[in-house]
């Protein structure tokens, strides 16, 4: 984020009524948009409509309901979800650099939408209209949608293994788990149950021992 970008810690979501059980890639859309802002930084959720906040115990930013959009009073830069709109977290970061006070943002591709705007403008139109720079951007139910958010993955922490081989390693890998009824919370214990069983595995002093050790590991 540029010095002179300011923070933007509500986000206003328009969901239709079908998005909380509509999966994308066998996550709900609404849960998955919450969890996109929370990982981008955003602190409060405003659901517009009669939905229901979502129960999901991976939600820790405060999650609000409004029956319609009423514009806040205050110049505070808001950033708006359209409706059926896919996002992720690289996008929500890229936008946050790329506002500036008082100014509103549209970013648009194949009906999806996000907007960047201050309080009494989030419900309006125009402004800068700008094309997507970095993450995802696509709307629900689209083509190629799940390729477009392994793509899209990564951390600003993976270091220089990270991106020459595990990131290349665990796309592939997560399209074939999400095909199963493995939950994240499973790959991960199974991961440190590895990790464990090749350092036990590192103290046989055996050489095919060694070589499995090195795989786990």
Known sequence: MTLDAPAIREAIILPEPGDPLRPVAREPLLVRTILALQGAGIERC?????????????????????????PPADDALRLVVGTGTV???TL??????????GEVL?????????RVAPGPL?????????APRHGTLRRAGSAGIEQALLTALENPRDGYLDGLLHRRLSRPLTRVLLRTTLTP???????????????????????????????LL
């Open 122 to 130: 989030v419900a309006g139109n125009g402004g800068v209209r700008l």
């Open 185 to 215: 919370n499973s790959v991960t214990v199974a991961g440190i149950v590895m990790g464990v069983a090749g350092g036990l595995m590192l103290g046989v002093p055996v050489p095919a021992a060694v070589v499995w050790a090195r795989l």
């Open 46 to 70: 405003t659901l517009v409509g009669w939905l229901p906040a979502p129960v999901d115990d991976r939600i820790r930013c405060a999650v609000v309901t409004t029956p319609t959009l009423a």
């Open 106 to 114: 549209e970013i648009e591709a194949a009906g999806a939408s996000v």
């Open 87 to 89: 996002i992720d977290p």
């Open 92 to 101: 929500v970061r890229d936008l946050q650099s790329r506002a500036r006070p």
